[in-house]
């Protein structure tokens, strides 16, 4: 009688809580958008491109982080990343000008790249038995909202006694403390090498030369454009467009007695809702075809953020489109980075998903930058946010065509000229 491997590991234990305290930070630096451009004086679109340039270090950090995680080790790669967050963000809190904040910002893209999903789920996805990996992913990505659903409320919370120096301070001491979990982080075997993907080389041009790739590619870019302009923007966008909090209401009773506390709280409860829409969706991986769900999940999404801007923006409407949305906030990285595993195998798969996440990253710069941009232009960010309506229905659409086939066992006569 085979004995079931367990779902919960120390290695999946301690990815949890590596991305949990790294997505927790991440996640806050949309709380600093107001008092950072109130203190310098600067324009929303300074601090946007500060943000947006972290997100780009992030998505070209990504695919180099996990080609060093594959050639030095996983521990070794993830503890260089945390140095990176720690320096960017120390350095960063004696920054005055936009031009240093945005320099700056690439070490802690950098940080991110290194103590996020791709290494992170990487290492996951090898210590977990086929029948337990979809779940392992999905666990491992609800961490990252955990940190999105405690992040920002600890940030406005900190501020309230402390400078936002303090509180970049205060976080890069974080992320160094949570590397004390990486000897629970002992990586297991790498996959033996499958025909056709001797080298590392081999295995990502036989990928760049697969449509279905392009087609994960370019899908994955709207994810990061949604999903960067919320957390950049939405808290002051709320605080500035959102209707009066009623005082001696509900909101009031749960400590919301403005719409900066308000959209503090927004973040952390599509991190909150996204927690259930994660495990859903690695639940549905494993039983139902990735490309047919991941088309659902942007399909949603675009409907939701339409409803949400075509009627007036109060307190409910905020909540309620929070709670939407974080439900289908991350569900599509579980299913992504499972559809990578499924296609091209585990080896590779910390390089090949990082290369993916490149195109999340190229729409989160454009998302964050492009919010900050045309708010400086028109006072508002209308046109930004029907841009995302658009791009999520491309994504929904060019799901579709993906061959879901590993690459190995298609009838393609290129595979057997690779493999010679």
Not at 121 to 138: I, K, P
Not at 142 to 158: C, D, F, K, L, R
Not at 317 to 330: D, E, K, R
């Amino acid at each position: 009688m085979r004995t079931r491997s367990p779902l919960v590991t120390p290695v999946l234990v301690a990815g949890c809580l590596v991305i949990l305290v790294s997505f927790a930070i991440r996640a806050s630096f949309g709380v600093f958008q107001i008092p950072i451009a109130g203190e310098f004086g600067w324009l929303r679109a300074d601090f946007s491109l500060a943000i947006a340039i972290q997100n780009l270090a992030w998505g070209i950090g990504q695919p180099v982080f996990g080609a060093l995680a594959e050639r030095f080790g996983d521990r070794k790669a993830i503890l260089l990343g945390a140095l990176s967050y720690a320096v960017g963000l120390t350095v960063s809190a004696y920054a005055t000008t936009p031009g240093e904040h945005q320099l700056l910002e690439i070490l802690v893209g950098f940080g991110v790249a290194g103590t996020g999903f791709g290494v992170i789920l990487a290492v996951v996805g090898r210590a977990a038995s086929d029948e337990n990996r979809s779940m392992a992913l999905a666990i491992a990505t609800a961490a990252g909202s955990a940190g999105q659903m405690v992040g920002p409320p600890i940030a406005e919370w900190m501020l309230s006694f402390m400078n936002w120096q303090q509180v970049f301070v205060a976080f890069a001491a974080a992320i160094l403390a949570v590397m004390l979990v990486l000897p629970m982080m002992r990586s297991p075997a790498r996959a033996a090498p499958a025909s056709g993907q001797q080298d590392m080389g081999t295995a990502v041009r036989r990928a760049l030369r697969d449509p279905s790739f392009t087609l994960i590619f370019l899908g994955f870019f709207s994810c990061g454009y949604q999903l960067a302009f919320v957390t950049a923007h939405f808290p002051a966008f709320v605080t500035e467009m959102c209707g009066p909090i009623q005082t001696g209401g509900l909101l009031d009773s749960l400590g919301i007695s403005s719409t900066g506390i308000l959209g503090a709280a927004a973040i952390s409860l599509i991190g909150l809702a996204n927690i259930g829409g994660t495990l859903l969706a690695g639940w549905a991986g494993k039983r139902w075809s990735k490309k047919y769900l991941l088309s659902g999940i942007y399909a949603a999404r675009t409907v939701v953020a339409a409803a949400f801007i075509l009627v007036p923006m109060t307190p409910a409407t905020v909540l309620l489109f929070s709670a939407a949305m974080g439900t289908l906030w991350l569900a599509t990285v579980p299913l992504t980075s499972g559809l990578v595993a499924q296609i091209y195998g585990l080896r590779y798969m910390g390089t090949l998903y990082g290369i993916v996440f490149l195109s999340h990253q190229i729409g989160s710069f454009l998302g964050v930058w492009l919010g900050g941009r045309m708010y400086d232009i028109t006072g508002n960010y209308t046109a930004v946010w029907w841009v995302g309506v658009g791009v999520g229905a491309f994504s929904a659409l060019i799901q579709l065509p993906i061959d879901e086939r590993p690459i190995d066992e298609r009838d393609d006569p290129d595979s057997a000229a690779l493999a010679a």
